[in-house]
């Protein structure tokens, strides 16, 4: 009989926190405590794919190759992107498997570097709005646009960031490949930072500039798994709405429509929970049974407790 699947979402921010000393042993703790979460779902009888962020990872990256341009080339942002997904799988996987080995189960692990199609078309290439990477004095960020001819913009007074596109993840390139080794009792790492982004054509496959939302990944993986449980862990245990005001609301379940009438309100917003619910949603509507929001750290409570935000049909 097939076990079912899980999918389970989180951020880079679980590995490494704003404040920590980013050394590789402290991201190494991190990572083994949310491995160690990732048990319970096990032990629900699931099958697991794990699909990390990278955004402080990809942006450590970045500000290396900055540093280093007068000495090698900057090499171009998917590269980057998949640079990322192979030093977070590297850590994911010595992770899971020496919490499995604490756990006395028996689970193959395996990262699968994970290149995604985009629209070449898509209109997020028009708009760049993702902020990554280092930030720059102004003449820093003259000079780069000039030189680089990136879309730099001012970050809520911090100084100044490149930003690039969001584009839509529209195909899994190696699906069939997480499928099968999630069908042999695998824990699978896929879709790390949202997935390399390609431009995939009849005659060639080409990295494209752009950041992927791994919500939005995660999503699509999820439905294209048959995953019966997908989980986007987060910084707070639930959804709320008016969030941080006196008339704050935690939600325990919200319907699609609900989420979608919220969604333009403005509750939501692009830059924090949106992606999650817009993830959360699409998941659903195309045949997810629930999805669910919780807090990175709960997921024991959220399984056992329903410590969580549930989006349901």
Known sequence: ????IAVVAFGGNAILRAGDDGSFHTQMEMAKGACRQMLEILHKGYELVLVHGNG????????????????IP??????????????????????????????????????????????????AYAKPT??????????QADRLRRAEGWDIVEDSGRGWRR??????????LPLRTIKLLVQNETVVIAGGGGGIPVNYGMRSVAGTEGVIDKDATAALLAY??????????????RVSIDYGKPTQRDI????????????????????????????????????????????EGHVVKAMRERLCTRIVA
Request: charge should be negative.
């Open 224 to 237: 294209n798994l048959g995953a019966e449980l997908f989980i986007i862990l987060t910084g707070v245990d």
């Open 252 to 295: 325990d379940v919200m319907t699609t429509a609900e989420a979608r009438k919220w969604l333009e309100e403005g509750q939501f917003p692009p830059g924090s929970m949106g992606p999650k619910i817009e993830g959360a949603v699409e998941y659903v509507e195309k045949g997810g049974k629930e999805a669910i929001i919780a807090h």
């Open 130 to 139: 993702k902020p990554i990477g280092p930030f720059y004095t102004r003449e």
């Open 56 to 71: 402080p990872q990809v942006g450590n990256l970045l500000l290396q190759f900055e540093k280093a341009r007068d000495i």
């Open 1 to 4: 009989m097939t076990r079912p």
């Open 163 to 172: 930003v690039v596109c969001s584009p839509k993840p529209l195909h899994i």
């Open 74 to 123: 900057v090499p171009p942002l998917d590269v980057a992107v998949a640079t990322s997904q192979g030093l977070l799988g590297h850590m994911l996987e010595i992770a899971m498997r020496t919490v499995l080995e604490e756990d006395k189960m028996q689970r193959e692990v395996a990262t699968v570097l994970t290149q995604v199609a985009v629209d070449p078309a898509d209109p």
